[in-house]
């Protein structure tokens, strides 16, 4: 046979027998970030692992792909339910063998009769077109092609078909055949280094390499990313050394690197020379890095940065512009362990995530530029959460159905002070202690809040059920009216008369807040727990400045004239 008669057979089939040109048959595509109403979500098997190679091309938005996912099933005769929308499905089979299913509203399904609760089952999906969302193909901030994923927060059944839900994490191994002059990023480690893909390989006939990725421990499916672009990639340096249990280096180290559009190399510097020591800060304050390497990606992702385990995505635009993006680079680092190792259990639990990742964010600059620079981040997010449109709703908002519009001041800002609030109530030792056991007990696990307040509790050896009651399940902050009066007793001592008011809306509850307030150096404990309290105080001499609730910064408040 001679190369040419070959590649008219080739283009014939791939005209009349590939799905390439059947558009037509892709179904419409979901609305994507509904709340599911069931949160056993799609609770008749649980995914392992999956297995993916996908087939991508500069010049189609089209891809090929076909996905294993190593299933245990969770019931005795299941429905196998898979969430996949708006590409066509070519073909299924369940243990090697071609399967009948229904595929409509975003869901594959199946009923498994036959199969009992702990059986493993391997289900091989083969799909193509064109992904409406997810798997986002387009011009790059330069006019080049790219491809990135996106996912947040459930736009992963957009290309890969799964069970898109935070409570089901899984490994994954990643076949990628992407056009040769791209360079390839995935979750993970680099099995090897890229080799010539086949000539039959799926996807495009464009002259490709194959990348393979794989990952070592479970991650959310949100999290399951793959970019190909012009990429260039610059190492930061080592982190974490010794203190990395998933580095595949001999040295224990994980390697942090940038990957950036060629033209954007300079003006990326600024923001990604720390990110080593950003690695090495969370480890020592939290515990060991929990996965194979850190990549900083350039990409086309909505969002300002998009924390995907172990391969974190940045807006194109901010670092093409030169910004200094450091503290979005904290803030995607710290999610490595809060978000991703941990992970929410369910969406309407993120700032068990968001509010993690914008307190530790800012806890680095504490650390690594002092108190004044650590403040400044406090008091942006308390005129957030001051200034916010969703004051009237608790951080866990069951209520909300759009999923988008949990990225709100409630679950960053106001998370974030949480955190900070009972660190200042536990003080740093029993919080760090804390939120050490909380990382250890539940990583690569997903957890809601309930498991972390248990945590904070057994550390501390007493119950928050009033702290996380009032500040994670009910709306709003204290606003506090500050009220005093002298009364002389003899020359110069006497009394002061104090009556501190909380003065929020009737819909917020009235806070319990032990603090204190201080007359320059002079401090006195109080606990404000009533609508309306008062204290007493007898000083050697009026004191000569007026009464300052909580100087030292550790409540949510605010103080109303
Ligand atoms: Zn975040």
Redesign the pocket.
């Known amino acids: 046979m001679s190369n040419i008669p070959k590649l008219i057979i080739n283009n014939f089939f791939f005209i009349f027998f590939s799905s390439y040109f059947l558009i037509g048959q892709e179904p419409k595509p979901i609305k994507a970030g509904v709340a599911p109403t069931n949160y056993d979500y799609q609770g008749n098997l649980d995914a392992i692992h999956y297995n993916l190679e996908i087939g991508l091309g500069k010049k189609t938005e089209l891809i090929e792909a076909k996905v294993s996912i190593k299933s245990v099933l969770t019931k005795n005769n299941p429905i196998m339910r898979l969430d996949f929308t708006g590409l066509k499905v070519d073909s299924l089979l369940i243990d090697g063998i071609v399967s009948s299913y229904t595929y409509k509203d975003g869901i594959i399904e199946k009923k498994l009769n036959g199969y009992n609760y702990g059986d493993t089952i391997i289900i091989t999906i083969g799909y193509s077109g064109k992904a409406d969302d997810g798997l986002i193909i387009g011009k790059n901030i330069h006019g080049n092609q790219t491809i990135f994923v996106d996912n947040w927060p459930n736009r992963t059944r957009f290309w890969l078909p799964s069970i898109d839900h935070p409570s089901d994490k899984a490994t994954v191994n990643y076949y990628i055949h992407a056009p040769k002059e791209w360079k390839v990023i995935a979750n993970g480690y680099l099995l090897r280094e890229p080799i010539k893909t086949l000539n039959d390989a799926i996807g495009p006939k464009e002259d490709r390499l194959t990348w393979s990725w794989r990952t070592k421990v479970p991650i959310p499916t949100y999290n399951m990313v793959i970019g190909a672009a012009d990429l260039e990639i610059h190492k930061v340096g080592l982190a974490a050394c010794g203190k990395a249990p998933n580095s595949v280096r001999e040295d224990g180290c994980i390697e942090v690197t940038y990957w950036v559009y060629p033209e954007d190399v300079e003006n990326a510097k600024l923001s990604f020379k720390r990110a080593g020591k950003i690695v090495d800060y969370f480890t020592d304050l939290i515990g060991p890095f929990p996965y194979e390497k850190l990549a900083n990606v350039q990409s086309s992702t909505r969002f300002g940065g998009m924390?995907n385990a172990s391969a974190i995505f940045y807006s194109e635009k901010a670092i093409s512009e030169g910004k200094n993006i450091e503290g979005t680079v904290s803030?995607?680092i710290a999610?490595q362990w809060f978000?991703d190792a941990v992970t929410e259990s369910n969406w309407h639990h993120l700032w068990l995530?968001?509010g993690f990742?914008t307190y530790f964010g800012a806890l680095f600059f504490e650390n690594a530029d002092g108190k004044k620079s650590f403040n400044k981040k406090m008091q942006n997010s308390l005129n957030r959460v001051i200034n916010s449109k969703v004051s009237n709703r608790p951080i866990i908002d069951y209520q909300e159905k759009d999923l988008f519009k949990l990225l709100n001041s409630n679950n960053y800002p106001k998370g974030g002070w949480v955190l900070h609030m009972l660190r200042g109530y536990l003080g740093d030792q029993i919080f760090f202690e804390g939120i050490r056991e909380y990382y250890k007990t539940y990583v690569h696990k997903s957890v809601l809040t309930k498991q972390f307040q248990k945590i904070m509790e057994d550390v501390s050896e007493e119950s928050l059920e009033w702290f996380f009651e009032q500040w994670v399940f009910n709306p709003g902050y204290p606003r506090f009216l500050y009220e005093e009066t002298w009364d002389s007793i003899a020359d110069s001592n006497g009394t002061l008369n104090i009556k501190i008011t909380q003065m929020q809306k009737s819909e917020w509850p009235i806070f319990q807040i032990p603090t204190e307030i201080c007359w320059s150096n002079e401090c006195k404990k109080i606990n404000l727990g009533k609508k309306i309290n008062y204290f007493k105080f007898d000083f050697d001499q009026k004191p000569l400045v007026t009464g300052i609730i909580d100087p030292k910064g550790w409540i949510l408040k605010e103080i109303v004239n």
């Open positions: 924390e803030h995607e999610h978000g995530s968001e990742a």
